[in-house]
């Protein structure tokens, strides 16, 4: 498919700050909500994180923890997903946590049981969606898809999918085994927009010493660029340093046709419509990066007791100007947007290694925390190559870096 195509994700992650170095250490046990039984077997992790736990026959668990506020996320087949927020300011020596039994839908026991091709193509449809179409996502291998519970009947314009048990994700080009409790999943096929929420837990292989260099290289290489990166590049005001530029989002009206100067020189008159442009019919007008920068102090606040917010309350392109846009992406690139994109900016002069994202603030403040995670991730919308990136490209927020 020609031309731009816009892709939104929204990611529901960890929402919370926690730091790498100080350790501490949670203790706990889970029982069922209904008969007090122990829950063993249970995964208890921080969320999107790789510190976590199985619990023992007793229900018990122990395991360590950074110094910070965290999400604990508690999942078990057949119990609902629990969720605890707490902070390491206040831990106690020990926890109960009481898990609720999950009520069986037993019109989803029919969609479950349904494995015909319909539910294949549904599947293929999910996978591109969720894990993404990365080169890393081409190495990933759902191990569970029985567990997917996938809908495109209900509305014929939407897929969605929801899980009766963590999705195990082999991902061996960043070294990881995922477990992710998958909340919701909604794909609007004419809107070409994707929404999930979830709770991952990331699992590192046992990684030989030959394959070590290989899949540590692949982590620098999905984290630079990453969501993550900008966030952490907001919180410790260092857009310079980590080859992020900024340009504010200039709407223009486009007009029917267009010169040769927009044509690179061919004098023949063309229609908009002939042009792989983002313009919806009846549309007249759209965003473009402007040609000046956008100052980082414009775009974040910082306050006296060090906390951080996006404050910015129009849209902004991003430029990550280290590395080029992957060929999988490129059918939807902004560069296919409009013509005055692929022109050099202050900045930015080498557009062949250039990856442009939009972003969108849908509140007046985002606060932004030093691990890269940010409140509340639904206040933030995401297009372009961050938008493109998913879970396949995903890495936990205790990553850090080699320097």
């Known amino acids: 498919?020609?031309?731009?195509?816009?892709?939104?994700?929204?990611?529901?992650?960890?929402?919370?700050?926690?730091?790498?170095?100080?350790?501490?250490?949670?203790?706990?046990?889970?029982?069922?909500?209904?008969?007090?039984?122990?829950?063993?077997?249970?995964?208890v992790f921080l969320n999107n994180t790789s510190f976590g736990d199985i619990t023992e026959l007793d229900g018990s668990f122990s395991f360590e923890i950074p110094e910070g506020d965290h999400e604990l996320v508690i999942s078990h087949v057949g119990f609902q997903p629990f969720t605890y927020s707490f902070s390491t300011k206040a831990l106690r020596n020990f926890y109960e946590f009481r898990i609720a039994p999950e009520v069986v839908d037993l019109s989803e026991l029919s969609v479950e049981a349904k494995r015909d091709e319909s539910w294949y193509k549904n599947f293929e449809e999910f996978s591109r969606y969720f894990l993404g179409s990365s080169p890393n996502a081409a190495k990933c291998v759902i191990q569970n898809p029985e567990v997917l519970i996938l809908d495109a009947e209900s509305d014929p314009n939407v897929l969605t999918a929801r899980a009766t048990d963590m999705l195990i994700i082999d991902n061996p080009n960043l070294g990881y085994q995922i477990k992710y409790v998958l909340k919701a999943f909604a794909f609007d096929k004419q809107a070409k927009q994707v929404a999930y929420a979830g709770y991952p837990f990331f699992v590192e292989d046992n990684l030989p010493k030959r394959r070590q260099s290989k899949v540590f290289q692949n982590r620098k290489e999905a984290y630079e660029g990453s969501i993550m990166h900008l966030m952490r590049t907001f919180h410790s005001n260092s857009a310079d340093s980590s080859n992020f530029v900024f340009f504010p989002a200039e709407k223009i009206t486009v007009t029917r046709f267009v010169s040769d100067a927009m044509l690179g020189g061919d004098p023949t008159m063309k229609r908009v419509e002939d042009l792989k442009l983002n313009i919806k019919p009846g549309v007249d007008t759209l965003y473009i990066p402007g040609k000046e920068p956008l100052q980082l102090e414009k775009i974040i606040q910082q306050t006296t007791d060090g906390k951080t917010f996006i404050t910015n309350p129009e849209p902004f392109f991003v430029y990550f100007t280290k590395e080029p846009e992957l060929e999988?992406?490129?059918?939807?690139?902004?560069?296919?947007?409009?013509p005055s994109v692929s022109e050099t900016r202050p900045g930015v002069t080498k557009m062949n290694s250039v990856q442009i994202s939009k972003l969108t603030m849908r509140a007046k403040a985002v606060q932004v925390f030093d691990n890269g995670s940010y409140f509340h991730p639904y206040d933030i919308l995401l297009e372009g190559y961050m938008g493109?990136?998913?879970?396949?490209d995903l890495l936990p927020f205790d990553y850090q870096p080699e320097r």
């Open 1 to 43: 498919m020609a031309g731009y195509l816009k892709l939104v994700t929204i990611l529901i992650l960890a929402l919370l700050s926690q730091e790498a170095f100080a350790q501490y250490q949670i203790k706990g046990r889970v029982l069922n909500g209904e008969s007090l039984e122990p829950v063993p077997f249970s995964t």
């Open 328 to 338: 999988p992406f490129q059918q939807y690139s902004f560069f296919n947007l409009h």
């Open 388 to 392: 493109w990136e998913k879970i396949a």
